[in-house]
């Protein structure tokens, strides 16, 4: 049975395992994440075209869902159902407080059962990153099927061909695996999505220790 606990009157739940080394990244960074990336504006921008294709209290899942701003609080705002998961107690514990409409549960998107078609939509802004490759593809696959058929899925992150690579990350010793643009492409197409659109943007973190990194958004629908 996984440990259990609650805050701010929701009950989350704690699955021991995989994403220690994430875990304790973000918990350093807490709030000063949020604030780094507050002026994503290609952020906002893939955010507002999800909102477009949303029906009505949509269920969205948010994978890697950090202090809860500025995906799940938009989301929520809008009167969607909005489940995010995350590896950092002390995401978990921000999001709950901020974002009180949304639902969040600490717990290693590996070890989340899926149901087939469950969800309208999904985020993954930049939470594979500490994962292997394989993990990505297989995570990727198994959040496609989670989506129902013609269902959206946003997906930033930072395109490089890069495996188990050692990152600076903000003051915070990381090690990083990606892909480059391309391959990319392939394993989202490979998961049974199509890419509708793509955003190429260089973004600085609004931190002192924050350098100038290129990110990909990609905008994605579930193949019918």
């Known amino acids: 049975m996984p440990a259990q606990h609650t805050t701010t ?6 699955d021991d395992g995989h994403g220690q080394r994430a875990a304790a990244v973000f918990d350093a ?3 000063t994440y949020e604030k780094a990336f507050a002026r994503s504006e290609a952020h906002l921008a893939s955010l507002e075209w999800l909102l477009g294709r949303l029906a009505p209290g949509s269920r969205v899942l948010d994978v890697g869902s950090g202090t809860g701003r500025p995906t799940a609080s938009t989301l929520a705002a809008a009167g969607h159902e909005v489940l995010g998961v995350d590896v950092s107690p002390v995401m978990v514990e921000l999001a709950a407080r901020q974002v009180p409409e949304a639902t969040f549960r600490l717990v290693d998107i590996r ?4 149901e087939e078609g469950e969800f309208d939509a999904v985020c ?9 490759r394989a993990d990505q593809s297989e995570l990727l696959g198994r959040l496609a099927r989670a989506l129902r058929p013609g269902g959206s899925l946003v997906l930033a992150t930072v395109p490089a061909d ?7 990350f903000m003051g915070q010793p990381v090690r990083a695996t990606s892909f480059d ?4 492409k392939a394993v989202v197409r490979g998961a049974g999505l199509s890419v509708e659109s793509e ?5 600085t973190p609004d931190h002192p220790d924050g350098t100038a990194e290129p ?7 579930r193949t019918p």
């Open 9 to 14: 009157g929701r009950r989350v739940v704690v």
């Open 29 to 31: 960074l807490g709030l």
């Open 215 to 221: 990110h990909v958004f990609l905008y994605c629908t």
């Open 162 to 168: 890069v495996e188990d690579f050692p990152v600076d």
């Open 124 to 132: 993954v802004y930049f939470s594979l990153l500490q994962l292997s």
């Open 181 to 184: 643009a391309d391959a990319l």
């Open 111 to 114: 070890e989340v059962p899926l």
């Open 199 to 203: 955003r190429n943007v260089l973004y």
